[in-house]
Structures are given as structure tokens and as C-alpha cells.
């Protein structure tokens, strides 16, 4: 099953967000609708982190912020080399162990060139 990356859309002023709020950041709005945030999104800014949370089995995690034009998210950066620009995708998939659990969402991967 191919998972997509969802937003929220207040149905009052129809501002978009990630992730879902109880309420629209901008006009206080209730109702709110699913809408697909696309699969193609640009970095804004990272870190790399080498003191890594337990779950992450090697350093360096990436974590970063990327732009869907206008609604940006915060996930793990699958690439040993990011660059600030660089258009990246949202992939599912397993992010972490926790105990014998394995923890899974989306992280952001290159799209390929070419």
C-alpha cells in the first residue's frame, strides 16, 4: 500500500497544515478536511544530530525541514549529503526499533535526477 503524506485544510478560511490542529492556526476554525500534501518538497534547513536517540542505529540522523509550497514538516533526511534546495520526496517506512517495536513514518528522500 503506498502511503501519502495528508494535510489539514480549514474548510472556514482554507489554510492548509501539517500537522492536524484542534483548531486552524489562523482563523480558529473547527472543521477541517484531508487534503494530499504532494511528492515533491524542497529543504529548508537542517541538522545532523551524532548523539543519536535510542532506535537509531548509525550516525549521523539528519532531521530537517522541508517546504511543500506553503506547509512545511519536520522528518528524518535520507541523504549522507543534503543541501539546502534540494528536492526531496515523502517516503514510508520503518524510522526506529523501540524495544522489539518497530516504529515507522515518513522521511524525506532525494528525488532522482535524470
Request: aromatic share 8%; proline share 6%.
Amino acid at each position: 500500500m503506498d502511503q501519502k503524506l495528508m494535510g489539514f485544510r480549514c474548510k472556514s478560511c482554507g489554510r492548509i497544515m501539517y500537522p492536524k490542529h484542534e483548531r486552524c492556526v489562523s482563523c480558529k476554525g473547527m472543521n477541517m478536511e484531508e487534503v494530499e500534501l504532494g511528492n515533491q518538497c524542497t529543504l529548508v534547513t537542517y541538522t545532523k544530530l551524532y548523539t543519536l536517540p535510542e532506535g537509531i542505529e548509525m550516525p549521523p540522523l539528519t532531521l530537517g525541514i522541508v517546504d511543500f509550497g506553503g506547509v512545511r514538516a519536520f522528518g528524518q533526511i535520507a541523504t549522507d549529503e543534503p543541501k539546502i534546495g534540494m528536492k526531496l520526496r515523502p517516503v514510508w517506512g520503518k524510522l526506529r526499533r523501540l524495544g522489539d517495536k518497530d516504529i515507522y513514518g515518513f522521511r524525506f528522500e532525494p528525488v532522482e535526477s535524470g
